[in-house]
């Protein structure tokens, strides 16, 4: 799944790597794409007259343990949403499991998203999750 990410919008996907360390190894990722659909909510193949709707996507952001509380993850959410926002998007979408309280503070209280739903059982483990949006400028 990532390496579709990484081979179509690899603008989107974002390595965090420390600069005051000997060892530079990645600590932190954010992996984006865009969706592209038309009015009627269906994937548009462009010219059939309809405007489409750009929505960015965010597949996964994760920061290595030692390194969280550190703002590291809001700087690398941060980047992902300039560069979706400087693509011509009109929102962002990401999922996250309704027991990430973490995520959920990130992503609602400091960035902005809102929850538009809960998804049911939508993890192989079975967990449900909350699907947030970021509405652009």
């Known amino acids: ?6 081979h179509r919008w690899p603008q989107l996907c ?19 794409k865009i969706d592209v659909k038309g009015d009627e909510g269906h994937e548009s193949n462009g010219n059939n007259g309809i405007t489409p709707e750009y929505t960015g996507y965010i597949g996964m952001l994760a920061v290595e343990t030692s390194y969280r509380r550190s703002g590291i993850g809001t700087a ?10 400087q693509m011509g998007c009109q929102s962002i979408q990401l999922e996250t499991e309704v027991t990430n309280e973490g995520a959920q503070k990130l992503y609602e209280d400091r960035l902005g998203f809102i929850r538009e739903e809960m998804l049911v059982k939508y993890y192989l483990n079975w967990n449900n ?3 947030l949006r970021l509405w652009l400028k």
Do not use: E
């Open 76 to 85: 690398l959410a941060l980047r992902a949403i300039h560069r979706i926002q």
């Open 1 to 6: 799944t990532y390496r579709y990410f990484l």
């Open 129 to 131: 999750a909350y699907r």
């Open 14 to 32: 974002i390595l965090a790597v420390p600069s005051d360390s000997k060892d530079r190894r990645p600590i932190g990722c954010v992996v984006c």
